[in-house]
């Protein structure tokens, strides 16, 4: 396993096995988490017989886990570095009872209550907060990387069954449910059982190297480009705000207005955007491309987008483009684990 470097200049061989639950280090991990393109219904999944892939969606942190003789830890794409708590203490009583040595998976983190998943800022409060409830964090494994130094080439369900063989009799840290169907009804049940009864985010759908999510309700990622002045913005706070999405080439493509809602200290919040101001006009504050948002929205509608460069200074009209505006979009929460970049904020997220 490869040494990560710490804030403390601690080696990683030092610091596994101190209780010492988070610490940050320089490793990103954001290249290894699969672009998924959006499905708009069951009915749009392609079946292949003995290829497709179904799991399900863990709304957690997308995180890397490493192990070596014995001990493990977690990497977000952020770099926080965590170790020793229920969960990952799980998973190394499992692993010593098998003759791996070394292993790299991705997972989810997420938390519950009970037999239902609890949503993300949920999971953010229980290893975030000053009275941590660790006892509700859940590891859920969906990708297995590397097997004592050697890369994993077999197909994805291969993947899926070893590290299920591995972790069998584990409460806290399992493979996220996943199916082979052979029938579009095999997904359906699929999708009440876990996504209706016990609160899973949504499905991913592998086929080959194609891969697609479907939610309850579509949503996106999208950065705030404007503070729109609508009621309330003389006593500084934000009601509306202006939203892009990205092109491959870093061209920012206008999607639509998003209400705020009716959070009054996220109204604040988000007042501190003008501080980042590039441009002004009689409806709106041109603000930086800097905060990440998932929207959550009911339908699309078809429109002409503006297409826009951004020089720092600046926003730049250069076209516009066929794509959509969605109908009754909401600011669901702000993703402080996403980056302002066209893999976080593909165009291929909209069905």
Request: aromatic share 8%; with cysteine.
């Amino acid at each position: 396993m490869r040494r990560l470097r710490l804030n403390s200049k601690q080696p990683l061989n030092s610091f596994l096995g101190v209780v010492l639950f988070e610490s940050k280090v320089e490793e990103k991990i954001g290249h290894l988490k699969p672009v998924m393109k959006t499905l708009k219904s069951l009915n749009s999944i392609k079946i292949i017989p003995g290829l497709t892939t179904i799991t399900a969606k863990a709304d957690g942190e997308f995180t890397k886990l490493a192990y070596c003789n014995g001990q493990s830890y977690t990497l977000n794409r952020w770099g926080h570095l965590r170790s020793d708590f229920p969960a990952l203490n799980e998973f190394n009583e499992a692993m010593k009872r098998t003759q791996v040595k070394e292993l790299v998976v991705l997972c989810e983190l997420y938390a519950v209550d009970g037999e239902k998943l609890l949503k993300l800022p949920q999971f953010i409060h229980c290893i975030k907060n000053q009275n941590k409830d660790l006892e509700k964090v859940r590891i859920g494994v969906w990708d297995l990387v590397s097997v004592d130094g050697k890369e994993v080439t077999e197909n994805y369900a291969w993947r899926l069954e070893e590290v299920s063989k591995w972790l069998n009799g584990c409460t806290m840290v399992k493979v996220l449910p996943f199916i082979l169907p052979k029938t579009l009804k095999e997904i359906e049940e699929f999708w009440r059982h876990y996504v209706e009864e016990l609160k899973y985010e949504g499905i991913v759908v592998r086929n080959n190297n194609e891969i697609f999510k479907l939610k309850t309700e579509g949503e996106l990622d999208a950065v705030i480009i404007a503070i729109n002045k609508e009621r309330l913005f003389a006593e500084q706070k934000v009601t509306s705000v202006k939203l892009a999405l990205m092109e491959s080439d870093g061209t920012f493509v206008e999607l639509c207005d998003c209400s705020s809602g009716i959070d009054v200290p996220l109204r604040s919040a988000l007042w501190q955007l003008m501080e980042y101001k590039v441009e002004e006009d009689e409806k709106r504050v041109w603000v930086k491309p800097m905060v990440v948002v998932q929207i959550a929205y009911t339908d699309t509608f078809e429109s002409a987008n503006r297409r826009m460069g951004f020089n720092g200074q600046k926003y730049i009209e250069v076209g516009t483009m066929p794509l959509v505006t969605l109908k009754s979009p909401r600011l669901a929460h702000i993703r402080s684990d996403k980056e302002v970049t066209p893999k976080d904020l593909a165009l291929e997220q909209i069905p």
